[in-house]
């Protein structure tokens, strides 16, 4: 067989076993996440970093809690709407509670009760504390969530402020 030929499949061989070996022996040792907030006085949009709440692996009749803050920029006055997403707590959740804390407002959201609340927020920057409590069922759904929405924060429009 040719010399050339097989020196080229035998470097080739071994650049593929090295890429193999390679791919078994690193870690990512840490992920990085941003968001650039705008100066610009015409940016109309709600801007928040949100917070990442990570539960890690749970079990049944397991309980806890957790808090988290942020800063959200109002761009313009008006009445706002704080849902609880329950699509990714249904069949895993007997309790889960997300007590938010917004100027001078501090709301309670539940999990199959009060899972929405409108608030009157005027334009600016406000500082966000969310504390979440939870409890999983006894026969919870086999499930795996990861950074799945679970509070929204939308414009639902001008009003006059006495909501």
Not at 38 to 54: A, E, K, L, R
């Amino acid at each position: 067989m040719n010399k050339p030929l097989l020196l080229g499949l035998s470097l080739a061989i071994l650049a593929v076993s090295g890429l193999v070996i390679a791919a078994q022996i690193y870690g990512t040792l840490a992920t990085v996440s941003y968001n650039v907030i705008s100066n610009n006085s015409s940016n109309q949009q709600i801007q928040v970093i949100p917070i990442n709440f990570n539960l890690g692996n749970i079990t049944a009749g397991q309980s806890g809690s957790l808090n988290g803050s942020t800063t959200v920029y109002i761009p313009s006055n008006g009445t706002y709407d704080l849902e609880l997403k329950e699509d990714v707590l249904d069949n895993v959740f007997s309790q889960f509670i997300a007590t938010i804390t917004i100027g001078n407002h501090t709301i309670t959201l539940q999990l199959h009760e009060n899972n929405d609340y409108q608030i009157y927020l005027t334009a600016g920057k406000y500082t966000v504390t969310v504390k979440i409590t939870y409890t999983v069922s006894q026969n919870p759904e086999a499930k795996s969530v990861s950074n799945a929405p679970l509070l929204l924060l939308k414009y639902e429009g001008e009003s006059d402020g006495d909501s």
